[in-house]
């Protein structure tokens, strides 16, 4: 009964170490996908023609793949080249909005509330007031327009 226990035991073990092994195989990366068409192609080639060969190879499907921007990646080299000038926040601002295609947004102080304007105009009528008549006159003007 031992044995049969302790053989068990090591066929349960062995059979889960296999399906677990199985499990850990990944689909091959680009350049491994790469590298096996370049060794079939390179075929009975050897020593430095085949080098030369699979470098060859290698670099152009390399250069194929780096033609084939996408479309974010053109986005981006469209704002770069647009945001030059630009720095600090203010870039930053630019590249979010013209990376997300929204159009951007005024500068805050370009952006003026309708409080503020009447602010902007009440000041310029109480220019020559002074203390107690300037605030009555503010009050009422803010008030009023």
């Known amino acids: 009964m031992k044995k049969l226990m302790t053989t068990l035991a090591l066929g349960l073990t062995l059979a889960l170490g296999a399906a677990h092994a199985a ?3 990944k689909a091959p990366t680009a350049q491994q996908s790469k590298m096996t068409v370049c060794n079939k192609e390179a075929g009975d080639r050897k020593g430095d023609e085949r080098k030369k060969f699979m470098s060859e190879c290698l670099s152009a499907e390399h250069a194929e793949a780096a033609d ?14 647009d945001a030059k000038d630009k720095k600090g926040e ?22 003026k509330t309708a409080q503020q304007e009447r602010m902007k105009q009440c000041n310029l009528d109480a220019k020559d007031k002074k203390g107690d ?6 009050s009422e003007c803010l008030k009023s327009k």
């Open 23 to 25: 499990d850990d195989k």
């Open 68 to 81: 084939k921007r996408t479309a974010q990646q053109e986005r981006m080299k469209q704002c770069n080249q």
């Open 90 to 111: 203010e870039r930053k601002k630019f590249m979010s909005s013209c990376l997300s295609g929204k159009p951007a947004e005024p500068a805050a102080d370009d952006k």
């Open 133 to 138: 008549e300037r605030k009555k006159f503010m």
